[in-house]
């Protein structure tokens, strides 16, 4: 069995990339990708997430197909990020208690291009930097938006 994180993750790859229009749909395609839930998992899952239905498919809640605006960041940084640091290419985001994946999202649906990806844990999430370079500069702007 998949873990929770693996799980949405695949879970908002899927939606941000294909029509999914009901939860029958959904769970075949993470089957697909070898992931298999139970339905009761799976609306725990989609609620937790934010995936909302509009016009009949699913979507992450607040964000459209289009990247997102700065808002949507703005808002899970200036309500869940607590203190931020720089080391070389890495960039550690603590958050409050159970909020580091939603701003791992967020950030990573920004697609900021200095930003390789992250890894979000319960409050802390690890932003890996295309070099040690972008470092500073990232961090002011996550510090930017914290205000």
Request: proline share 3%; net charge positive; charged share 25%.
């Amino acid at each position: 069995m998949a873990s929770k994180q693996v799980r949405h993750s695949r879970l908002l790859d899927i939606v941000r990339g294909n029509r999914i229009e009901s939860q029958g749909e959904l769970s075949l395609r993470l089957r697909k990708e070898g992931v298999a839930v139970t339905q009761s998992t799976l609306s725990r899952d989609i609620r937790e997430l934010g995936l909302v239905k509009i016009r009949g498919c699913y979507r992450i809640e607040g964000e459209s197909s289009d990247p997102p605006t700065g808002e949507a960041l703005r808002r899970a940084v200036g309500q869940f990020v607590v203190h931020t640091a720089v080391s070389g290419n890495m960039l550690v985001i603590r958050t409050s208690p159970g909020n580091a994946h939603s701003v791992g999202v967020v950030l990573d649906a920004a697609r900021w291009p200095e930003v390789l990806g992250t890894v979000a844990g319960d409050d802390t999430v690890f932003v890996l930097l295309g070099g040690s370079r972008h470092g500073r500069a990232v961090l002011e702007r996550i510090r930017a938006l914290m205000s």
